[in-house]
């Protein structure tokens, strides 16, 4: 854990021990495009990084890019799509979006992945049909998001638009590979286990260095253009996560890697940057696969349905966590139950070693609002009216897809307790800095700190709530605006 | 709006124009019990405030103090308190609570009580027994939170705590008149119209001045023992809350002074302090009196019920907020609708100029649910189960009181829109520096900031959320807490 100092006068500096146009603090997806593009632009460009070599969180990551628009899988696999189209589901899908990091993102998404691509991410062009967290396979394009569910299906048309780098399970790290071969192309300086903990300021209040140590060695760097803040969230900063997101006390399981500790949104803060959104954060019950458990049906501890099931497994875990005493039950038939897939998904959740409890198991729904515990005749009532429509192929509540529609009606019925704190939820954060759409870290009031970027998860960016989520949206976000906040620092004169 | 600089070294000061031992910043309920202690501690105090006289938020609010363990009021009124009670009150109806604080303020409460009275506070030795927002007389005693409500009910004993001060309407005026008069009292300097927009640190990181302006000049204070930050929330600061509360940028009635600008808390921030729970805030729904509408249901879009209604109104509205796009209907019926005070009530808000709106009127549940759009079925089985628990005096839902139970069977029926955006929510800020009971500042890794105290709303207090709010909170949080950073700050070295 890197602990923050206030910031340092430039007249207070011994004598700057390195000097280059650019630094780059964190050497994930975000730091590596920043650097890859400033460098591109033509600045002297140092990468410092705390680990011992880069990676960051990306590498370890499932490896989607939220990508639209019309990019070449999408047209190889038949699937229209336009930057209106995406840029209008961002929007919608989540309530407080960055309308023109939104719009700049829609409309150089399929620039961006062929950018990737030539910087030798590999990308197949072929589709994974099911509905999965992430697919096993090397497969590319798959649903990730929202986008088929009511009301976002309504405004935009909806469209798969994960694109996975081409390899098995997790594959951020083949995103990370390809990236670090490229810079490693160009003359960019690369420091590691050196930990940055202050920033240099001068009389003007521009950030002009960065304070950092290496092998208990104190160093000062100068940074002629600008210092860009690539250093990851702050999950593994419990007093932080403890001050921002105290629902995370429960029993998550935190995602990122070690160095995910808050300090680059610190550094940021040091200098009077906005840290905004901050209790905002990526949460999920990742329920499926197997995808037939999608046909059951979500209940809180009053019985009562809160969310649509066919949901992204991030927005059904949001919806859950903010139920009464964060209670949820997932109802199931015969039909669901007795899937192959079942005992498998029961006993060894996915990525996981935690498993979802089944809990009950009764031949009627009044015996299982019974054994749940439920106040009688509610799940009764959800039942009858929601099997009623499913009949009819409607869910006029939340207007579930018709593809997981079928009236639960086979005895015995089944649920399982997805409460937070009993099922496996992973969750990360998601609140950073304030910062423009080309990088400029911003103060509360709005106004430009000098000499400072940042992107990826030392700002806030696309990925804003859970709610909204959808995989790829976080390696998306860190790689275009990275590259963004690379060029301007290396266009400030 | 005081635009915060970043901290200024000591030794760029050109000259202390002035030099006290505490600079207290802001001259409102915090402020002024602050003064007051620490200047009886012996300490020598100037207070700035950037209005132009003393008062603050807390001059303008209702006058509610929330108090218990046994004051001389609840024990003239009958009405059996303890310290324990209130302690577990507030840990339990506030999700996130701070302990410390919450157990040093129940165990001093009832001195607390008295120290106010001896400050010449007036408080009355009676009890105004209906359910209302603020009694519209002088009577003290009130019921103001969630006490009797289901589960806070089972785990500690009700009892009413809001203690108002003895005036008709709002009476927060008669708080603060008699804390200044005791400050005029005191050798205690005043600075009005001075906006203190920068701190000023040694070479250690210690913070021991202010620099401020009045009628444009400059000024450079010194604080030898310490500065206490005591200058409100920020929900006048719109960029503010908009990184924080995105949510607000609805219809809310920002409630407060014009000099909630958030200044304070930037302040501490400039050095390092942690601004925790920032999305956090008051919210409420003021749809009482009349208190005859508490025998009437809320539902959200679907038809389904999402709170007990005879909650204190900011935990209704905050859960109504918390419903899909924020929508939610008042459902009365004929034996509630008449009541005489209804046209008041729906014309005329209390402390508002905006009207809840009625919508529908319909001669049966099925009628009112078509009518307001809901899906069929929800708010027929919705009413049912409640109707047949009521006829039962039972709610197994939300186990609402009995004094608010009996079933909703007298057509016509009505309905209210009771959604954000619609109906006249009024909200302020409740996030804050992070601070220890005795007001040190602390930053996000829980360190303190030597040389800073905050109070207030700007520390994060026992007011945290909308859901466990309780008038009278704030300007009890405020003034205790207040007391214990003057003494605090005085008895530094």
Redesign the interface.
């Known amino acids: 854990?890197t602990?923050?100092q206030?910031?340092l006068?430039e007249s207070e500096v011994p004598d700057w021990s390195h000097r280059s146009e650019i630094l780059v603090v964190g050497y994930g997806g975000a730091g590596s495009c920043a650097a890859l593009e400033a460098a591109r632009a033509g600045a002297d460009v140092t990468i410092l990084e705390v680990a011992g070599g880069g990676g960051g969180t990306t590498a370890l990551c499932g490896g989607h890019v939220y990508c639209g628009g019309g990019t070449p899988v999408q047209k190889a696999c038949d699937f229209p799509d336009s930057a209106e189209d995406l840029f209008q589901f961002l929007i919608h899908s989540t309530?407080?979006q960055d309308d023109q990091k939104a719009r700049l993102y829609s409309d150089r998404s399929v620039e961006h992945f062929e950018w990737l691509e030539s910087q030798g991410v590999p990308f197949r062009r072929d589709y994974y049909p099911h509905r999965h967290s992430l697919q096993p396979d090397a497969t590319c394009l798959i649903w990730t998001g929202n986008e088929k569910v009511w009301p976002f299906s309504e405004v935009a048309r909806p469209a798969p638009r994960g694109h996975k780098a081409a390899g098995d399970g997790d594959a951020g790290h083949l995103i990370m590979r390809a990236l670090m071969e490229r810079v490693d192309e160009l003359p960019i300086e690369k420091r590691y286990d050196t930990a940055v903990d202050r920033l240099i300021?001068n009389d003007q209040?521009r950030v002009v260095g960065v304070a950092a140590s290496q092998y208990g060695e104190r160093f000062y760097l100068r940074a002629d253009k600008g210092v860009i803040l690539t250093a990851g969230g702050f999950i593994m900063?419990h007093?932080?996560v403890a001050?921002?997101i105290?629902?995370f006390?429960k029993d998550i399981l935190d995602h990122g890697s070690p160095y995910d500790d808050?300090s680059g949104i610190?550094l940021g803060?040091?200098?009077?940057g906005?840290?905004?959104?901050?209790?905002e954060h990526f949460i999920t019950l990742p329920f499926y696969p197997p995808a037939d458990l999608t046909f059951g049906i979500l209940v809180n501890r009053?019985?009562?349905?809160f969310v649509s099931e066919d949901s992204y497994h991030a927005r059904v875990g949001d919806a859950a966590m903010?139920q009464t005493d964060h209670m949820a039950y997932l109802i199931v038939d015969d039909s669901c139950f007795h899937h192959p897939d079942i005992n498998r998904f029961v006993h060894e959740m996915p990525r996981t070693d935690v498993a979802i409890e089944h809990v009950a198991t009764e031949g009627s729904i009044a015996g299982l609002e019974s054994a749940l515990g439920l106040?009688?005749?509610?799940l009764q009532?959800?039942l009858?009216?929601y099997n009623?429509?499913a009949a009819k192929g409607k869910d006029?509540?939340?207007h579930k897809s018709t593809d997981w529609l079928r009236p639960l009606d086979q005895p015995p019925y089944a649920a399982f307790d997805v409460s937070l704190g009993r099922a496996p939820y992973v969750g990360f954060t998601l609140g950073g800095l304030?910062t423009r759409a080309t990088g400029e870290v911003l103060d509360?009031?709005?106004s430009i700190i000098e000499g400072l970027y940042a992107a990826g998860r030392n700002s806030c960016g696309l990925p804003r709530s859970a709610e909204g989520y959808a995989s790829g949206l976080s390696v998306g976000d860190a790689t275009f605006f990275g590259r963004l906040a690379g060029r301007q620092a290396a266009s400030t004169d």
Chains 1, 2 share one sequence.
């Open positions: 854990m602990t923050i206030r910031p006068q309530p407080f300021v209040q900063n007093p932080m001050n921002h105290p629902d006390k808050g610190q803060m040091s200098v009077g906005a840290a905004i959104h901050m209790s009053h019985g009562q349905r903010k106040p009688e005749g509610t009532a959800t009858a009216i009623a429509n006029p509540i939340f304030s509360e009031q709005g």
